[in-house]
């Protein structure tokens, strides 16, 4: 069974600085999608990033960029410039292709310092 | 922006009673989802939907389960006995045809407590 573990349950930085949070992944199957969400207070779990398996290129969006390594299985999630709406709690999440289901780490609460 | 709309926010309900959590997904998506997240541990999936029909269901997606588009834009969840361990917080989500493996739209949750 796949599994999807963070193992920093908390991670702080001071705003503008740069923070780059874990995520490491088990799976025996070679097509998938790797994601990351973000849950602020609010609750709503928001897409920041994905990954697809099959692309060597590592997702960039905005501050937010990936290191993807697929045969360390890790997929981590690096924030520039970070500004204090980026407090949330963030989520690494796998899918298989030609599933439905989404597999969830335990997230990271991430703290942002002025 | 469209969004998933979750209603309501908060429900209390006694054990052993039915409760039903809406959802209006966004409204050109096709696949449904519900996933739960107790206090403190991983948001895990219950169950998808598409064509009016389950497409993938969890181990947690008991007979206790029932999912249902009653009208064309709401997607409910039933839990027809509830438990007090079915108390956690319950997302919603949905997604278009095309773009399913890159993430969904989730909506902002209904926590439910079973006293």
């Known amino acids: 069974a796949q599994t999807v573990t963070q193992s920093q349950p908390e991670m702080s930085v001071q705003e503008a600085e740069t923070v780059t949070l874990s995520c490491t992944y088990d799976?025996?199957?070679?097509?998938?999608?790797l994601f990351w969400y973000k849950q602020p207070p609010s609750r709503q779990m928001i897409l920041v990033i994905r990954?697809?398996?099959?692309?060597?290129q590592n997702a960039t969006e905005n501050r937010f960029s990936v290191n993807f390594q697929k045969a360390a299985k890790s997929f981590s999630l690096k924030i520039s410039d970070s500004q204090l709406g980026d407090a949330a709690m963030y989520f690494c999440?796998?899918?298989?292709?030609?599933?439905?289901?989404?597999?969830f780490g335990t997230g990271t609460r991430l703290q942002v310092f002025p | 922006e469209p969004e998933v709309t979750q209603t309501p926010s908060h429900q209390v309900t006694q054990m052993g009673q039915e409760v039903i959590l809406r959802c209006v997904p966004i409204s050109n998506h096709l696949y449904f989802y519900w996933y739960r997240q107790i206090l403190g541990q991983k948001v895990e999936f219950l169950v998808s939907?598409?064509?009016?029909?389950?497409?993938?269901k969890s181990e947690i997606f008991d007979d206790q389960f029932s999912v249902e588009r009653p009208d064309g834009s709401n997607f409910t969840l039933k839990i027809r006995s509830t438990k007090l361990e079915d108390s956690a917080m319950y997302f919603c989500?949905?997604?278009?045809?095309?773009?399913?493996?890159?993430?969904?739209?989730f909506g902002s949750g209904t926590r439910l407590t079973v006293v």
């Open positions: 999440a796998y899918r298989s292709a030609g599933t439905d289901k989404l597999i």
């Open positions: 799976t025996s199957e070679s097509d998938y999608y």
């Open positions: 990954q697809e398996a099959y692309k060597q």
């Open positions: 939907f598409y064509n009016n029909e389950i497409s993938e």
């Open positions: 989500a949905s997604s278009e045809a095309w773009d399913r493996n890159y993430g969904y739209t």
